[in-house]
């Protein structure tokens, strides 16, 4: 599954382009490792409380726009 262009490849990129390891970006958010670990293999029900202060730590931010809404069945 190709998931370029996603969260959990922007996080994973960044932390690489910081040099941390996932222990240390965690430390720096303030979330386990292991939580970085699912945010980082797309795990798909995650806090986003937690996901925001991850990318804080590594300098991004989370950006909502307005789309096409999905239908609901």
């Known amino acids: 599954m190709d998931r370029s262009g996603t969260l959990a490849d922007a996080v994973r990129t960044r932390r690489k382009e910081l040099s941390l390891r996932q222990a240390e970006l ?25 996901v925001t202060a991850v990318l ?9 726009q307005r789309g096409v809404a999905a239908r609901v069945l």
């Not at 430390?27 to 798909?44: I, P, T």
């Not at 590594?58 to 950006?63: A, I, Q, S, T």
Request: negative net charge; without cysteine.
């Open 26 to 50: 965690a430390d720096l958010a303030g979330v386990s490792e292991r939580f970085v670990y699912m945010v980082e293999n797309g795990k798909q029900s995650v806090q986003l409380n937690k």
């Open 56 to 64: 804080a730590a590594l300098g991004l931010h989370l950006e909502v």
